[in-house]
């Protein structure tokens, strides 16, 4: 990694001259919602002017990129009674811009579930090798919880990433590629000053989380509440939409299903990311579903990214964005589930006394 | 390896070089495409019951057909193009490389688009995937075999093992419970295995018929036929998911081991290769991990059975 840093109107420059001549994507207002607040996604940019360089937090995450929505796998070309199957995963070269360190931790996670193990997915990594990603540190939302998971700053999977120190970005480049390209910009080497800054900023943005959720231990406290009445109250409330997954930047879960093209002459096998929480998530041949309840299927979502991937990666999968809790339509958001789940053990009247009786 | 199975993604890829937590991620630049499949013919099918029907086929590419190979346990994803992919057991002998035998109910749209087509039809297969059961370690042992309904499928391709590796185990009995006498598959094969190398044979139902001599009742009536040694015994179960808790519980109380019990689970798989979470049960995935565990890694999940 080599630090550099950066005047605001020379990054300017240098962000422009990148979006102009390359397919790019940053943040940009596109709605009001209801309550009047902005709403922000990820969208092509052609210009620095179109960048909401201030924005707060993207509707959808930036997976999409990487995991669109629909993803053709194969296709099939019929003559004869036989086929001939073609595979194909080109990918585009792609900028995006403003990815925040959670964004990019969730790719890291990314990263480490699709890319390892014995089937690397070459969709995923075709399109994850030609995007190139500039990070953005920001000031936690009121209820940003990445720093309880561990994720409110990112050390990799990163070509470039900006910490605003004032009038100045220190820059941590990560990649060759954003190196030479910020050979025809005008950089200097971080002094003392800006080293002192940047810590600064580190220490005010460690400082300013008003939301926190205690996951030490949770992937334990899980396991023994699994039979908790907390499953049922959250789960009478969610409405198995799956918008969660939706907006989720790790949620990687997907249906493959096949159609025929128009024609009949040909059709094709394409992914679709699914939820664990739609019905039929867990249904099998001859109609048995593993998990035919609401509540089920919500905690199932919960042991997956709070439990089971501690156990199989030793990381949560949830990165601390809370997209999931401003997205959904009932109010459930993780960190009143898991803190409800924890308060039940503290009401327990059982365990009130401070240690075992000496006898 | 046949060499379509390699694809470069990108000829001339943009190689990105920032530091990834994911090993040898920099130099990664073709990966095995594992959505190619064989290609296949349905060579044969036999009618077991109005949903049921034994499909044989074979790989139509020679090289590609005596390459591939299977342990007993394992399963395929069988492909019918425009209609989709189902996770099949694999009930055909592992020592067989002509043909493979796949038992499939007549259940969704893929298998109903299969028992339409007939002899002679194409289809794909991928895979072998999943884990499977350790023959190996069984050898020398008492084995018990549990199968409830089709339950029997994934459980034909380690009593050929047996049958076909006799000598090295010691007392083998197959329980075989189904609704009713039509609903027994195999028991041509099951008969003649009993007779000619001793594979203990019980057989029950829950309905009976006119013509029906065997027993009628649940699967753990057949419990009081059969003497086991629990210190030298290895035990196979595969049912609906009823099932097994009965049937475990009944095995773990007799002391059999859990970890010389094993079970094969159902899932939906969608990717085969534990990508799509659709089989996951809690962090374990049914394609990679299973569908054959131990009864322990079972009991040690929650809502696996």
Known sequence: MIYKIISKAEFQRFVDALVRSNSSFGPRLVDIDSRGEPVYQFQPVSSIDEIAFDYTRTASSAKHFFLPFREKLSQFQFHDGDWDQSVSYEANPVVVIGLRACDISALNILDDVLLNGHFPSPYYLAKRKNTFVIGMDHLPLPDCFCKSMNHHTVPTGVNLFCSDIGDEYYLAINSSKAFNFLREFETRDPQYDENCRLAERRKLISSSFRTEIDVTGLPAILDIEFDSPVWKKWGDKCL??????????????????????????????????????????AAVAGGHNFRPKNGDRLKYRFYHQHRGFAENANQQICVGCNRCGKAC??????KDVINDLRLEKDTCTTSVSSSPARS | MHDQRFVIPRQELNREDFASSVPDFNRRSEVMNTDMGYKCTVTNIVRLTPQEKLFQIRIIDPVERALFRFRPGQFLMLELPGYGEVPISISSSSSNHEFLELCIRKAGSVTTALFNAGEGARVAIRGPFGSSFPMDEMAGHNVLLIAGGLGIAPLRAPLFWINEHRNRFLDVSLLYGAKDPSQLLFTWQFNEWDMISHIGLHTIVEHGSEEWTGKTGMITDLFNDIVIDPATTYAIVCGPPVMFKFVCGWLDRLGIPMNRMFVSLERRMHCGMGKCCRCMVGSTFTCIDGPVFDYWSVMNLKEAI
């Open chain 1, 329 to 334: 339509l009932a109010g459930i958001n993780p």
């Open chain 1, 240 to 281: 198995s939409c799956g918008t969660c997954a939706m907006v989720c930047p790790t949620c990687y879960c997907y249906s493959v299903e096949e159609s025929f093209e128009p024609d009949l002459q040909s059709s094709f096998r394409r992914k679709r990311l699914y939820s664990c929480n739609l019905v039929d998530f």
